[in-house]
């Protein structure tokens, strides 16, 4: 498996690329914006995009779908629970004083449980509300791309459309701390880290 990440957009939002290394066939995730640098390197590491995941609809991570969509003809993955908040993206950087692009809408709604294939890796959907409705954390392997569900010593905003603490608060817990201490965590801004790091060491689930 190839992993490498950039940061993107007004707000350096993390963005991944996960590609298979028989295949050559790679997904993107969260393009917070930057496209051609993004393009650039799926061409470095000699990737044929074959989809785009937003891990939820916030407008910093998704800045970039319309160009790559434009670019590359490829599919948009986006859970279904936040459909309606990626329609409002543009309009929400407004709010902020930051542009951004109106994204296309999802060609693809996830749910929980659902396997996407990339080449021959298989990313696994976790539904993990709580900063939105329709965030997801995406497993690969022992690769765990999270968004802004949880963060190296800190959770996601909660106080924003279709935030809920406990319902993050549960999220984490059900669906991530079970994981293998081992799983390394890559979150939508800032460092990676681990799953028994942060059970030991995040002060929001002690």
Known sequence: MILDSLETGP???NCYIVGC?????????DPGGD???ILDRLQKHNLQLQMVINTHGHFDHVGGNKRLLEATGVELLLHEADKDLLGMAAQHAGIYGLPTELSPQPDKLLVDGDIVHVGELELKVLHTPGHTSGGICLLVDDQLIVGDTLFAGSIGRTDLPGGNHEQLI???RTKLLPLPDGTAVHPGHGPSTSIGREKVYNPFLS
């Open 11 to 13: 707000l350096q939002v």
């Open 21 to 29: 290394e028989k295949t050559r066939k790679a997904v993107v995730i």
């Open 35 to 37: 496209a051609d640098r």
């Open 170 to 172: 549960q999220s984490i």
